[in-house]
């Protein structure tokens, strides 16, 4: 089992920053390829960011491109997405999700390949 747990989230105005963080237990994190997705209201779950376990392989969304930054620090079993020129768009409950990988660069893209999610975190972002 792995637990999973965002922090980080809040109210910030358009063009600002934040920094998510997730903090992983229960399973060697540095096997974990990670990411995050988020949940507008009244709109499906979207990935926005993915990372494989060693921290070398990324993938984003085009609509977070140039704009969000995924990180791991596997010796803090957390993972980042650094925020940056926030648009109202971006509101949504932010959620990181683990899967175990055997490939050290391997990157999941779809809701359905991971396995443990955590609660998630709410991110306002105002005009």
């Known amino acids: 089992q792995v637990q999973l747990v965002e922090s980080g989230g809040g109210l910030v105005q358009a063009g600002g920053a934040l920094r998510l963080s997730c903090a992983a237990s229960?399973?060697?994190?540095?096997?974990?390829?990670m990411g995050w997705f988020r949940q507008a209201p009244g709109k499906e779950r979207e990935v926005v960011a993915a990372?494989?376990?060693?921290?070398?392989?990324?993938r984003y969304a085009d609509s977070v491109k140039g704009r969000f930054a995924i990180s791991r620090d596997n010796t803090k079993n957390t993972v980042y997405l650094q925020m940056n020129s926030l648009k109202p768009e971006d509101t949504a409950v932010y959620y990181c999700?683990?899967?175990?990988?055997?490939?050290?660069?391997?990157?999941?893209w779809g809701q359905g390949s991971y396995d443990y999610w955590g609660q998630g975190t709410q991110v306002t972002v105002s005009s």
């Open positions: 229960g399973r060697t994190f540095s096997r974990l390829a």
């Open positions: 990372i494989g376990w060693s921290g070398g392989s990324t």
């Open positions: 999700a683990a899967k175990y990988s055997d490939y050290y660069s391997n990157v999941y």
